[in-house]
């Protein structure tokens, strides 16, 4: 059974960081990309960042872009998300998802396995 856990969300002031963790079991983590995405009250879930399966290439929603950084460690099974200079537009729930593939994508029908996610917000 696939289970992803993540950890890291808080309230932070505009301007400030974050590190989201998701630990995953039950799959083999090395073989599958890796995908964060959030959703706002009200809002359609959205691509925020995805990572391949080696952590070689990486890929951005604009908004997050040279704010937000996808990593992976393998040996770990975890993948985290960096968030700097935090926005109160970043204000959402983020979600983890594990990819069908090896390859990255933005579109969540390409992620079969999601966390239960962990809230973010950011003060003005």
């Known amino acids: 059974q696939v289970q992803l856990l993540e950890s890291g969300g808080g309230l932070v002031q505009a301007g400030g960081s974050l590190r989201l963790s998701c630990a995953a079991s039950?799959?083999?983590?090395?073989?599958?990309?890796m995908g964060w995405f959030r959703q706002a009250p009200g809002k359609d879930r959205e691509f925020v960042a995805t990572i391949n399966w080696r952590g070689t290439s990486t890929y951005y929603a604009d908004s997050v872009k040279g704010r937000f950084t996808i990593s992976r460690d393998n040996a770990k099974n975890t993948v985290y998300l960096q968030m700097n200079s935090l926005k109160p537009e970043d204000t959402a729930v983020y979600y983890c998802a594990s990819g069908r593939t090896s390859y990255g994508s933005g579109t969540t029908r390409d992620y079969p396995y999601w966390g239960q996610g962990t809230q973010v917000t950011v003060s003005s």
């Open positions: 039950g799959l083999t983590f090395s073989s599958y990309a």
